[in-house]
C-alpha cells in the first residue's frame, strides 16, 4: 500500500442505523391502516389527555382502525412526564388482550411511555427494572410501535429513548434501545396547530438542547454536522415565533416538527461519545418539581453555558455566535461568546416569553444538594465541561436571578 | 376542531424510508462477515479495475469471507460509466452459482452495475430490459447487496439508483428502485486516501451537482432542508481542495464521504417532485463521450445556472450566493447572482482545477443536436427552468468556450 502520514484526528467510528420509516404531511392517514397490519390485528392505542379528542385526530383513527376491522384497546391518561405505573398498566394491557402493535398518539410522554410498555410486554418483571440504576434489566424484545405525533419536542418517535418518572422514589430516569424504536411515523404538522404558544416554545426550547447537548462537546467530529446543527438552530429560531403568532402557519409546524425529529434521532451525533449535560440535571429538577421539560431546560441551559465559558470552551461559542446569531466574527472571542450567550437568553426569555428564573416558576433553594448530587450521579459528569455537585449548584443559584 | 385560517403553503407531503445501515469510520471491517451471514453463505464480490488490489482492500475482504468458511465467487473489471454486458454477466453467476448476497467493492460505477446484477438475477429477461425506455420491466424483487465504498462522488451506497450504459444504443439510463437499496454500506474514508486529486475534484463536482439539482427548485420546501443542503456545499468547498492536497488527510475524506452519500439519499428531497436538470443532460455527453461524469457536470452546471438566471429565478441564486459563498447580502440581487455563479466557477476550475469547455475535453458540436434532443425526450425537461432541445443546445455553445 501507498504510504501516507495517516493524520488520522480523532473521529470516533459511528454506525448508522435509523429504520423508522416517517409519513410527513397532511394527507398521510390512508397509510395507517397498511402499517399497523403489518404487525397483527390487536392495537393498543396509548395517548394523554384529551387533546386528540379536540382537534377530532381520535375519531379518525378509531374509525381508520374499526373500518378495518381491527380489534382496539385503548390506554389513555397518559401524563406529562409519564409515570411508571401508566407503563405498568399498559404492559399488563399487552400481556392481557394479546397485542400485537402499540399505537402511541400524543407527544413525547405518550410515545416515550408506550416504548416501555412494549418492552415490558415482553418480560415477567416490573417494567421499572428496565429504569432502575441499580438493575438495568436487558431490553431484547419489544412489541412493535407506530406513533403518531402531536407535538413538536421530543424527537421519540424516531428515536431509542424514553424516560419515565417514579414519583415514589422521586427518580426521572432515561433508556435507550433499538428494541424500542418505531417501526413508522406519521407526522402531520396540521395535528400540532392546536399546540399552544407556551407549549410550543418549551418544544422549542427542547429540540435547541438537543442540539446543543451535541453541539457543545469535546470530541472532534464531522464539520458537516456541525453545519446540519447550525441550520437546525437557525430552523428553530426563524419558525418557533411564528408558529407562537400564526398557529396554523403549516410551513411553520413542518419545519419545527420535522427539525424535532433530526434533532435526537442519532445522526448529528456522528462519532461523539461525551455525556449530556442540561438534560440529566434539568431531569433532576422536573422530577421534584414536575415543571416541563423544554421551560427547565430554557431556565438552565444559559446559565450553564455561562458556567462552562473560559479560554478552554470559547471556540465553540465563537462558531455559535457567529454561525447562528450572525455576531460579527472580527470582534474579540470572548465578547462574541457573551453576546451570543446574551442571543440565547434573548430568544429563550423575549422572543418565546418563557419564565426566567427559578422563583417564578416556584422553585427555591430547599432541594438543590439533593438535585445536585442526583445530576452528577455522586460523582462527575463529563460533559462538555466536567461538572461535580458542587458546580451544579452553582448554576442552580445562577438561576435564581 | 378549532377554526384556523389552515394556511397550506405548497409543501408536498413524503416519505422518508432509508433503512440502509452504514458502518463508518476506520476500524468497521470486523462487522463485515456479519452483514454478509445474514443473507447466506455464498458472496459475489463484484469490483472494477486493480485500485482495490493496490490499497490492499482486496486481500482484506478476501480473507475475512474465506476465514468465515463462506464461498466467494468474483467479478472484475467493472467499468466507469458501467455497461450493461457486465450486469448481463453479473446476473448470469448469481443464477449460475445460486448467490446468497451481493458485495460491492468500488465506486459508483461498480455499486450501480451490482444493483442491476442483484435485480438481474431474479428475472429470466435482459436485464437492460430495466433501463430501456421502451420496456421499464418493473423491479419487483432483488438479491441483498452489501457494499464498501472506496470513492466519495455517487452516493449509490446508500439511495436507491444506478446508471447503466448500453454503447450499442448510445443509451445512458437510470432507474430507481427500494428493492436496490442496499443492505449495509461500509464507509471507511481511509480507502479513499489513494483516489488521485483528479478523481477528488470530481466526485466533489458530482456530489455538488446532486445539491443543486434539488435546491435549485420551485418546489416550495422545508427551510431547515435548504440549511442541510447549503451546510454540505459548504463541507464539499471547504474539503475538496484539502484532500486533493493531503490526500491522507482522514478528517477531509470523512466529511467528503459522508456528504457524499446524504447529497442523494433522499433525506434533502422532502417533498420536491421537479425533474433534476444538469444530470440528464450530462448523461447524454458522457454517453457518447465517456468522459467522467463529475467533469461533464463541472463544465454544464455553471452554464446551466446562466441560462437559468432570470428575474424568476434570481433569489434562490442569491440565497446561494450570500448562505454558500458569504457574499454580501447588501448589493443588488442580480449582481450577487452572478458573483455567485463565477465564485462557483472558480472553486470548480481554478481549486479543483477541472477542465473548464467541451474541447478542452474534445467535445465539438458534432453531437449536439442529437444530445441535446435525448436529454429533453424529444420534448420538454421540466426543471428549475423548463428546457427544450434548443434551450440545451444553447446551454453546450456555452460550453465551447
Known amino acids: 500500500m501507498q504510504k501516507f502520514k495517516h493524520i488520522f484526528i480523532m473521529i470516533n467510528d459511528f454506525v448508522y442505523n435509523i429504520p423508522v ?33 379536540k382537534i377530532g385526530l381520535y375519531d379518525k383513527v378509531v374509525k381508520a382502525i374499526k373500518d378495518a376491522g381491527m ?3 385503548e390506554l389513555s391518561g397518559i401524563e406529562p412526564n409519564p409515570r411508571i405505573d401508566s407503563v ?54 419489544a412489541l412493535p410501535i407506530v406513533t403518531i405525533l402531536t407535538l413538536s419536542a421530543t424527537g421519540s418517535e424516531m428515536d431509542q429513548g424514553g424516560v419515565i ?23 402531520d404538522p396540521t395535528n400540532t396547530f392546536t399546540v399552544s404558544p407556551y407549549q410550543t416554545a418549551c418544544g422549542a426550547a427542547d429540540m435547541l438542547s438537543h442540539i446543543f447537548e451535541v453541539y457543545f462537546n469535546n470530541n472532534l467530529d464531522l464539520y458537516m454536522l456541525d453545519c446540519f446543527m447550525e441550520g437546525m438552530m437557525k430552523t428553530i429560531i426563524k419558525y418557533a415565533p411564528i408558529a407562537m403568532r400564526e398557529p396554523d402557519n403549516y410551513e411553520a409546524r413542518a419545519n419545527l416538527m420535522w427539525t424535532s425529529s433530526w434533532a435526537i434521532n442519532g445522526f448529528i451525533d456522528g462519532g461523539k461519545r ?38 478552554t470552551t470559547v471556540d465553540k461559542f465563537v462558531q455559535f455566535g457567529v454561525n447562528v446569531f450572525g455576531i460579527d466574527a472580527k470582534l474579540p472571542k470572548m465578547e462574541i461568546a ?61 438561576c435564581m436571578k
Chains 1, 2 share one sequence.
Request: charged share 25%; aromatic share 8%; proline share 5%.
Open 338 to 398: 457573551h453576546k451570543a450567550i446574551d442571543a440565547l437568553k434573548d430568544f429563550l426569555f423575549n422572543t418565546l416569553k418563557l419564565k426566567r428564573t427559578f422563583p417564578e416558576v416556584g422553585i427555591d433553594e430547599t432541594n438543590f444538594a439533593i438535585m445536585a448530587k442526583k445530576s452528577v450521579n455522586g460523582g462527575t459528569l463529563n460533559g462538555f465541561k466536567p461538572l461535580q455537585q458542587k458546580d451544579v449548584e452553582k448554576i442552580f443559584e445562577m
Open 88 to 141: 405498568r398498566k399498559g404492559a399488563q394491557m399487552c400481556k392481557e388482550h394479546n397485542i400485537d402493535v402499540l399505537l402511541a398518539v400524543g407527544g413525547g410522554s405518550t410515545i416515550d411511555a408506550t416504548k416501555f410498555m412494549a418492552a415490558g410486554a415482553c418480560v415477567d418483571h416490573d417494567p421499572w427494572d428496565f429504569l432502575d440504576l441499580s438493575k438495568r434489566s436487558p431490553i431484547v424484545k
Open 71 to 73: 380489534e382496539l384497546f
Open 21 to 53: 420509516k416517517v409519513y410527513f404531511g397532511k394527507d398521510q392517514m390512508k397509510n395507517l391502516v397498511p402499517e399497523l397490519k403489518k404487525y397483527g390485528n390487536r392495537v393498543l392505542m396509548t395517548y394523554g389527555g384529551g387533546s386528540i379528542k
Open 165 to 187: 418518572s417514579n414519583p415514589e422514589t422521586k427518580d426521572k430516569i432515561g433508556r435507550l434501545s433499538p428494541e424500542m424504536l418505531p417501526k413508522a411515523s406519521f407526522l
Open 274 to 311: 461525551q455525556p449530556w449535560s442540561c438534560h440529566p440535571i434539568e431531569h433532576e429538577v422536573s422530577a421534584i418539581y414536575d415543571i416541563t421539560h423544554g421551560l427547565g431546560l430554557a431556565i438552565i441551559t444559559p446559565r450553564w453555558m455561562e458556567y462552562c465559558l473560559d479560554d
